[in-house]
Nanobody
Framework: QLQLVESGGGLVQAGGSLRLSCVASGRTFNSYAMGWFRQAPGKERELVAAMGSGGMPYYADSLKGRFTTSRDNAKNTVSLQMNSLKAEDTAVYYC?????????????????WGQGTQVTVSS
């Protein structure tokens, strides 16, 4: 079992930055592939970033260059740095963990999800 808790969301003006964190409980965090997803109102959930247990990150093409994810296995934490935010980045952001060797790009392959954190970008 793994529990995930996100933090760091909020309201920011367009062009600003936010850093999301996701803290995991469990002793085997370093064996999980991790992912960030987001869901905007009326839209389907979409992948933001995925990272295998080894730490190599992959990003949605539309977000490359603006978003960066990293993990600190010693702290059971994965982070998402979001820069140059746009109004269309407004969504609930979720971190997720998969026991499948990563990186994992499909949401249904993730067994554990955080509660989500709201990110609102004002234009």
């Amino acid at each position: 079992q793994l529990q995930l808790v996100e933090s760091g969301g909020g309201l920011v003006q367009a062009g600003g930055s936010l850093r999301l964190s996701c803290v995991a409980s469990g002793r085997t965090f370093n064996s999980y592939a991790m992912g960030w997803f987001r869901q905007a109102p009326g839209k389907e959930r979409e992948l933001v970033a995925a990272m295998g247990s080894g730490g190599m990150p992959y990003y949605a093409d539309s977000l490359k260059g603006r978003f960066t994810t990293s993990r600190d296995n010693a702290k059971n934490t994965v982070s998402l740095q979001m820069n140059s935010l746009k109004a269309e980045d407004t969504a609930v952001y979720y971190c997720a963990a998969s026991s499948v060797p990563g990186p994992v790009f499909v949401g249904k392959m993730y067994a554990y999800w955080g509660q989500g954190t709201q990110v609102t970008v004002s234009s």
